[in-house]
């Protein structure tokens, strides 16, 4: 019995010693591009995303929800350590698989031409038997035989992966630093807090790249600095249609937003919702949620935002329907 567990226990080592030299046999980065040396500084070289650190000055936000806001995540990796992915996406040779699919496609339009001619063959056989049959049934007076559903022929598909591209399907490609992207997730980290009443927030990115050696790596920093929130004031109302403005105004008790609480886009957008289901129920079939829109006045120095929900004046189209007893 202790044999047994003996052997399972180095049956299970030997596996994980050969996969782990078989992965890092295989560095993620071997294929990127190297870059000429300048000055120091390697241009045109290619740089795997290894890291993006979030640093948030003030702790107002979830870290996993400003994660969603970044537009080029790291590679997955198998047990949080080895780059499993990326070296299987890796490990498959363009050239070799794009020669074997045209030589597998090749030889699928052969297949599929001869199973055309064959299924010809068969549903003219079967159409002639069938022909010859009706013929005797008709001189004998018996009811002739439907005319059969003609038999398809079965095609390969040359949109079929091959065992390469599954391969490669089941790896990740690398994920090469874009600093238009890394540009692009400042400008979303920047809404994010606008939208959440941190108007004034700094958000800047800073790439440090591995110095030396063929890592041709990158940790990518996304430094948020929000600021003091901006809280609602005043809310005020335009609505120059006067049945819908005693029909907006007699509800705002259900209104969401509160004065003296911070700034939410999302606050406003549920806001929009509640009107417009509101005023379909009063009778505004042809109402839109279009018709609603927001006015933000702003103050710097008090950080206090004054909001105006407007309508859309258009009276032709605030038709009441009232049902009559």
């Known amino acids: 019995m202790r044999r047994k567990l003996i052997n399972r226990k ?20 071997k294929k990127l591009k190297d870059g000429e040396l ?3 500084i390697y241009s045109g070289r290619e740089y795997l995303v290894r890291r993006n650190i979030i640093i948030e000055k003030n702790k107002f936000f979830e870290p996993e929800i400003l994660n969603t806001f970044i537009r080029q995540q ?7 350590t080895i780059p499993f992915f990326t070296w299987l996406y890796n490990s498959v040779n363009q050239e070799k698989l794009t020669k074997k699919k045209t030589e597998r496609n090749l030889k699928y339009e052969k297949d599929n031409a001869r199973a055309i001619i064959k299924n010809e063959e068969f549903n003219k056989k079967k159409d002639a038997k069938r022909d010859r049959k009706n013929k005797r049934r008709a001189l004998k007076g018996k009811p002739l035989l439907k005319q059969r559903i003609p038999k398809k ?15 490669q399907e089941i790896g990740e490609a690398p994920v090469i630093l874009d600093t238009f992207l890394t540009n692009t997730s400042v400008k979303q980290l920047k809404k994010y807090c606008a939208n959440n009443g941190y108007f004034n927030a700094v958000v800047t990115d800073s ?8 890592k041709k ?25 006067s049945v819908l403005s005693n029909f907006v105004l007699s509800d705002t008790a259900f209104c969401k937003i509160k004065e ?34 927001f006015l933000i006045d702003t103050n710097l120095n008090s950080h206090m935002a004054d909001i105006t929900i407007g309508i ?14």
């Open 312 to 325: 859309k004046s258009n009276t032709s189209r605030f038709k009441v329907y009232w049902i009559l007893p």
């Open 207 to 214: 790439i440090v790249y591995e110095p030396k050696g063929k």
């Open 74 to 80: 790291p590679n997955r990796k198998l047990f949080k």
């Open 217 to 241: 790596m990158a940790d990518v920093f996304y430094i948020l600095k929000p600021g003091k929130p901006y809280k609602i004031r005043s809310i005020k109302y335009k609505i120059e249609d």
């Open 153 to 167: 022929p079965k095609l390969k598909n040359p949109e079929d992966l091959t065992f390469l591209e599954k391969i």
């Open 38 to 40: 300048q000055d120091g």
């Open 260 to 293: 003296t609480e911070n700034y939410q886009a999302d606050i406003l957008t549920a806001e929009r919702e509640r009107i417009y289901k509101t005023e379909i129920n009063n009778g505004y079939f042809e109402f839109a949620q279009d018709y609603i829109y």
């Open 10 to 29: 180095n049956t299970n080592l030997i596996f994980f010693l050969l996969l782990y030299l078989l992965i890092f046999g295989c560095s993620p980065v």
